[in-house]
């Protein structure tokens, strides 16, 4: 069996075992309490907020300890942004954060809240000039991930950060991919992590917000945690998330450069061992561990469920549910093909015979999937066919990827400068159908209302 | 050393303990994801939910798990209030529910919800006429603690659940002291608790929503726990709460009557052993673990100190931070001395012996804390002195005990049917000082501004 699905949750570091462990007997006590038990627990508490700032370049004060990564966002959102009230209520987000910022923004949205999503590029970042052209005179709080979940490409914090700061504006970063790599540069204001994310158990999470930041809690009020996350602390968990924050960072350095060249190897290898791939994300300014690709003619679900039975665990489109069946936001964010996603998400410490196996294993996986769905075998596969100008598919009710197959196996039947309609009442299809046109060099003429669904036009230029 | 603070946190149960390092190895995956890991982990998941669900008394889909009690009682609170909205805005608390309630009470007053806080007798129950007394037609939801969790008295929720179900309000039950003991009986609507008070991991909360009730989750949406509890769920703590509540369930019989004798003797042997002292809470209708008792003429933490020095780890006052120095909302809402106040609580497996030197210990570090506080050495000591009608003893700046240290010392200067004034601005003296009267046979005259704080009047009968 081989994980590589890192990037939702790493297995427990071995340090973060064995702190959880040692701190069961230690600090199940309440910290605030004056016994013996109680200040163990604080001793504990303190050390262990000591260790996680230094790690993150703050101060111990800044740093609060929360039950995850996503109440960490969500309390650093609505913090921040009423802490600001009097400077404005303009929120900025990228297009491709986490699903935590995004309903953090909604919830801003729906109580008339000002949002902005800065578009990205096709690689997956932000440009720095698009992020600072958001920022308006009434900016309350801008939130930019230091590094994408999904297809691991590396935001230009720093930029972005300048940018914020010298408009005045605080920057929450989400940290949660890259804080197991090393520290988040630039000037930011506010950061949030999830220890699960590096190896930590799960049930902490870290909000930083530096000093001279306007902080407001909200919500009812608790002493605990600065007043910033409310509860009981879960204090063997706090010990082990900083104690293996700790050791993944002293692993981090070696472990970072064999990652990077196994995922070089994936991104490099498989589209010539899968026809039809595109390898999404930044091919240079990446995290070391993450590379993902999207196959046409196969649906993420089916591609996953094959990988798992030959003992790869992967994720594939949206990284935050199984069940939602919507295309990825940060894909359509990238307009890039999210049919038959894969994100591969190596741990450290993945050996180097787990990828050469998943680089034999995928071609068969992918072309078994594609001979059920009855895929077209090859690109070239368009030779014969009516000379009708133009050919309607009906693909309503069919989820993806059949519309895109249906239309790969009509697109021979129309003359050069022909057109297909394909008919289509799933959401992916709006996504993968001009993606398909992008990497077949037909021409996407765009979409138009249909009964039941919609339809997209397509020109055969080759 | 003997840990007697079971009601803050009870030490980890065995059970938990290899419940949490079992699922290390097993639950760390994400549960929504479809590979063998994450199915692995739901259905760990899904087997937790099923043994807390059965030890509650309601189905599998009405429980979810929340990062702590606090979280549970915000949660459920505001969904609570949100669902009924169109019912109306009136909440009911009891006067002696835990701060998560009445913070999230705080929030709803805040923003324009009006909010009855229902009184209690002096034994620390609500009356069940009284609460229903409460009940309006725009009453959106009611809260009531099954026990409470300074003085350890049970509230009769089945009545109180039986009057607010007859005027349709759902009542909210923060069963957080008592679940590990038994089910709470009557028909309530929904449930708070939290793990690590019945010896389970920390981490863990448990909100309950019985089915047909009207709730809306508040804040940013998140698929996990249905929607009712967002971020990553903490899996092992997970496994190891529900693992713990059953076992401490089957070993709850036996260990409840243990405890109730243990505790009984305290009740009965502290007022003999040590002058000048008041147990406080119901008698008879109280949680097994629990017992608390007021000494005058010393302060909590001074006392706490000196016990924690001999070896016993006891609360006082306020249950929830070392820091507030206002005495505790609950000893205010009994009307009840909160000076020198000593909350035992017994965690299960407590030792007789363990019980019996605290019983030889107490009356010693009482005795020696009032020495060096130079408390009235015997309360008839009001022989001679002065005659003058009124005396007038100046506090102003001084902690508690000493503005009623001083009261006793001068009340004797007086002649029967005169006055001492005392002049404080110590919070705990508008609590301590009626509460002196009472157990002192002296008449309380009442209380009026004064320069830099209080004039409070007491009439010399004895």
Known sequence: MAYFDAASAAPLHPVARQALMASLDEGWADPARLYREGRRARMLLDAAREAAAEAVGCRADELVFTPSGTSAVHSGVAGALAGRRRAGHHLIVSAVEHSSVLHAAEVHRAGGGPVTEVAVERTGAVSPSAYAGALRPDTALACLQSANHEVGTVQPVA????????????????????????????????????????????????????????????????????????????????????????????????????????????????????????????????????????????????????????????????????????????????????????????????????????????????????????????AGDTAAGRSEDTVVVDALGRRCPIPVIELAKVIGDVPLGGTVRVLADDEAARLDIPAWCDMRNQQYLGEEPAPGGTAYSIRRLT
Chains 1, 2 share one sequence.
Not at 332 to 340: D, I, T
Request: charge should be negative; charged fraction near 25%.
């Open 159 to 378: 930029e972005v950060a300048g940018a914020c700061r010298a408009a005045g504006v605080p920057l929450l970063v989400d940290a949660a991919q890259s804080l197991g790599w090393g520290p988040v540069e630039g000037d930011w204001s506010l950061l949030a992590a999830s220890a699960h994310k590096w190896g930590g158990p799960a049930g902490v999470g870290l909000l930083v917000v530096r000093k001279g930041v306007r902080f407001a809690p909200q919500g009812p009020r608790d002493e605990r945690e600065s007043g910033r996350a409310p509860g009981f602390e879960n204090l063997p968990a706090i010990v082990a998330a900083a104690a293996s924050l700790r050791a993944v960072r002293a692993e981090a350095a070696g472990e970072e450069a064999r990652l990077r060249e196994l995922t070089e190897r994936i991104r490099a290898r498989v589209p010539g061992l899968v026809p039809d791939v595109e390898v999404v994300g930044d091919p240079e300014r990446r995290l070391p561990g993450i590379v993902t690709f999207s196959c046409l003619y196969v649906d993420g679900e089916t591609v996953l469920h094959e990988l798992d039975r030959a003992g790869f665990s992967v994720s594939s489109g949206s990284s935050c549910t199984s069940s939602t069946l919507t295309p990825s936001h940060v894909l359509r964010a990238m307009g890039v093909l999210s049919e038959g996603n894969i994100r591969v998400s190596l741990p450290p410490g993945t050996p180097e015979e787990d990828v050469e196996r998943f680089l034999t294993v995928l071609p068969e996986v992918v072309a078994g999937v594609r001979e059920k769905l009855g895929a077209p075998v090859s």
